[in-house]
T-cell receptor, first 117, second 114 residues
Framework: AQSVTQLDSQVPVFEEAPVELRCNYS??????LFWYVQYPNQGLQLLLK??????LVKGINGFEAEFNKSQTSFHLRKPSVHISDTAEYFC???????????????FGQGTILTVHP | DTAVSQTPKYLVTQMGNDKSIKCEQN?????MYWYKQDSKKFLKIMFS???????INETVPNRFSPKSPDKAHLNLHINSLELGDSAVYFC?????????????FGAGTRLSVL
């Protein structure tokens, strides 16, 4: 079984500042990792995913994340945030190659990012 | 066109009633999912269907019954609604049921049980 912990429930930042949203996971098997964003009253939208290969993955809207296997982390970063980045961000994992979970995503508790002018 | 659409968007009902939420995807995907997001925004999978066949069934009360008339639709029927069923329910779909595949989410159905 997997679990995901998002270490910060809320992150307030000023516009144009850098931001890091932290995500740690636990799993006994290899994993695939995802970050989703949820804007108010909307569904979840994929920001980026790590399946294999380069541990630094780039996503939409200038976000990137780095997979660190030894620290079981997948932190999300953006060098300069905009007001429009205000949303809730969810880290998620699924079983990697050879897994039998049929695409089951396990989500973290979410981090609310609030960008202030 | 909306890729994954859910109806209704809001549902307010009394305890003990039976209600359904509909989900349709026009992406040509083979796999569909239902998730529940509770008041603390915690998202948890409930069910998954691949080509109309149930493949994931988490520990969900049997008052919840998914129905997939075809691979483009996955409806959720809830019997004898309870206060604790109040949540936002999200439908999602993916090309296949494998873990690599991106899941596309609908906008959610906010269920309030009074």
């Amino acid at each position: 079984a997997q679990s995901v912990t998002q270490l910060d429930s809320q992150v307030p930042v000023f516009e144009e500042a850098p931001v890091e949203l932290r995500c740690n996971y636990s799993s006994s098997v290899s994993v695939y990792l995802f970050w989703y964003v949820q804007y108010p009253n909307q569904g979840l939208q994929l920001l980026l995913k790590y399946l294999s290969g380069s541990t630094l993955v780039k996503g939409i809207n200038g976000f990137e994340a780095e997979f660190n296997k030894s620290q079981t982390s997948f932190h999300l970063r953006k060098p300069s945030v905009h007001i429009s980045d205000t949303a809730e961000y969810f880290c998620a994992v699924s079983e990697g190659a050879g897994g039998t979970s049929y695409g089951k995503l396990t989500f973290g508790q979410g981090t609310i990012l609030t960008v202030h002018p | 066109d909306t890729a994954v659409s859910q109806t209704p968007k809001y549902l307010v009902t009394q305890m003990g009633n039976d209600k359904s939420i509909k989900c349709e995807q026009n992406l040509g995907h083979d796999t569909m999912y239902w998730y529940k997001q509770d008041s603390k925004k915690f998202l948890k999978i409930m069910f998954s269907y691949n080509n109309k066949e149930l493949i994931i069934n988490e520990t969900v009360p049997n008052r919840f019954s998914p129905k997939s008339p075809d691979k483009a639709h996955l409806n959720l029927h809830i019997n004898s609604l309870e206060l604790g069923d109040s949540a936002v329910y999200f439908c999602a779909s993916s090309q296949e049921g494998g873990s690599k595949n991106i899941q596309y989410f609908g906008a959610g159905t906010r269920l309030s049980v009074l």
